[in-house]
């Protein structure tokens, strides 16, 4: 029989969520409603002119082909654009500009380029898990950096950076954080992009969340601070703020060199995303600026159903500031269990699925996610169970 040490699987922790998951599929087999907050995925329809975009370009037959690994230009032209439109930053689609199939893949690909065995990463816990595992699948150490809402980021970097085994490479950055909901200001920001140029680091920004911030305002972008793209590049991804999660397209820009090393792994690893596919994320990002809006205010009503009506059911928890999360606690009554344990149980008399915060690494030990994608009526009847649970 061949080896069957697979050293990248060996490196890899069980499925935190597999015990949720079991216990969900379960309930449903058994006709049970589940009122289910735990995946990020959402559930409204992608904007109408993305479709009918779509429907246009399916028709040419030129889309029908291979497509450029690193995407279109009509899309480049398109984020080019979005960005100086939302940021005032001016991109250059040739060279500071890749089209990623889902942001997730172009961090771990990144990764991949750029990091190699001895390296070290500094990267959020907890964090949506590509961060930490993106740079351990490349054969980099991470230190962890905790973040959460209340947070001084700057002060942690730098005791993660002295906390290091060696001078990092890299600094992994997420604001609006997945998972806790934690923002910076641009005032904030720009010191973390000072400080990376300081400590000689890579800079790496998710903004997946860049649209969900309740304050009616854009999170801000790291290349927005004067010469940041001499170390940083910045992720967006379709799939939040215009509900294409499924259409799998992200982008990455800033750097010229990290660029265009992502670009460069992308080219062994992936053809260019269905074309048509692409040319309606050009005509979105041109033209659903008001869509985006809904998005926001739907997420943001939403919240506040969930966040009132668990502190009605006795479950301390504060509003979200940004994303699409609601980062809890486990309730005080339940601080004996773990947050697996109590995410069985809330599934299992409450029928809420949530996502234990361990998932996201050590530090969201002792919390829960819930995604804000049920709707208002749900939401509001999954409080009401989570109470008669709590009685």
Not at 157 to 170: C, D, G, H, M
Not at 313 to 322: K, S, T
Request: aromatic share 10%.
């Amino acid at each position: 029989m061949p080896d069957t040490y697979f050293p990248r699987m060996a490196g890899l922790p069980a499925y935190i969520l597999g015990a949720v998951d079991e216990k969900k599929e379960e309930l449903r087999a058994q006709g049970r409603v589940v009122y289910d907050f735990g995946l990020g995925n959402p559930d409204l329809p992608s904007p109408p002119l993305a479709v009918e975009a779509l429907r246009e370009a399916a028709r040419q037959g030129q889309n029908h082909r291979y497509q450029p690994s690193p995407g279109l230009r009509v899309v480049k032209d398109a984020i080019v654009r979005w960005y100086a439109r939302h940021y005032g930053v001016t991109l250059d689609p040739v060279n500071e500009v890749v089209v990623t199939i889902g942001s997730k893949e172009g961090l771990g690909h990144l990764a991949l380029a750029v990091l190699g065995a001895g390296d070290v990463v500094l990267a959020p816990d907890p964090c949506y898990p590509v961060h930490r595992f993106g740079p351990q699948f490349a054969g980099a150490t991470v230190q962890p950096v905790p973040t959460a809402p209340g947070r001084d980021p700057l002060a942690d970097l730098e005791a993660a950076y002295q906390a290091a085994p060696k001078p990092p490479k890299l600094a992994i950055i997420n604001y609006p954080h997945n998972p806790t909901s934690a923002t910076v200001d641009e005032k904030t920001l720009a010191a973390i992009v000072r400080w990376a140029e300081k400590r000689d680091l890579w800079l790496v920004s998710d903004l997946a969340y860049a649209d969900l911030v309740y304050s009616g305002q854009r999170a801000p972008s790291a290349l927005a601070v004067e010469g940041a793209r001499a170390r940083t590049v910045e992720f967006f991804s379709m799939s939040k703020s215009y509900n294409m999660a499924g259409w799998r397209v992200g982008f990455c820009v800033g750097n010229s060199q990290l660029v265009g090393a992502l670009r460069r792994i992308k080219g062994y690893m992936d053809y260019g995303i269905f074309g048509a596919i692409q040319h309606a994320v050009a005509a979105t990002l041109d033209g659903g600026d008001t869509f985006v809006h809904d998005v926001r205010e739907t997420y943001r009503r939403r919240a506040k159903v969930l966040c009132d009506g668990l502190r009605r059911a006795g479950w301390a928890v504060d509003d979200p500031v940004g994303s699409m999360f609601v980062w809890a606690p486990v309730p005080e009554r339940f601080r004996g269990m773990n947050a697996v344990d109590f995410a069985i149980k809330l599934l299992d008399e409450a029928q809420v699925a949530v996502a234990p915060g361990v998932a996201f690494g050590p530090g969201g030990e002792g919390y829960v996610r819930l995604a804000l994608v049920e709707e208002a009526e749900r939401i509001e009847a999954a409080t009401q169970s989570i109470a008669r649970m709590f009685r």
